[in-house]
């Protein structure tokens, strides 16, 4: 059973850090692209990152560029997003998702969702 598992979330103040993971099973992961999205209330879902399975080249979104990084432990299966200095509009829930191979850009056609995890930034 293909399965994205994503942790890590919950509430942090602004300016302080958080680490999402997303655990994959099921599938070679080595051999897909896993991309974070993310979904704020009243808004639209929006890609965050994304990093290939190919050759580990990562994308970031303009708003989190510099604040947010990407990497994967192909070993343990799992991908993490080093969220720093982090801002109340960031506050969303966070999605992992696979892509086979290549990220191709942002947001590259999913084959498969994980299920999410909360991110409440507020004092």
């Known amino acids: 059973q293909l399965q994205l598992v994503e942790s890590g979330g919950g509430l942090v103040q602004p300016g302080r850090s958080l680490r999402l993971s997303c655990a994959g099973s099921?599938?070679?992961?080595?051999?897909?692209?896993i991309a974070w999205f993310r979904q704020a209330p009243g808004k639209e879902r929006e890609g965050v990152s994304c990093?290939?399975?190919?050759?580990?080249?990562?994308y970031y979104a303009d708003s989190v560029q510099g604040r947010f990084t990407i990497s994967r432990d192909n070993a343990k299966a799992t991908v993490y997003l080093q969220m720093n200095s982090v801002k109340p509009d960031d506050t969303a829930v966070y999605y992992c998702?696979?892509?086979?191979?290549?990220?191709?850009?942002?947001?590259?056609?999913?084959?498969?969702w994980g299920k999410g995890t909360l991110v409440t930034v507020s004092l």
């Open positions: 990093i290939s399975g190919a050759d580990g080249t990562t």
């Open positions: 998702a696979a892509a086979y191979y290549y990220c191709s850009g942002l947001e590259p056609p999913v084959d498969f």
């Open positions: 099921g599938f070679t992961f080595r051999d897909y692209a």
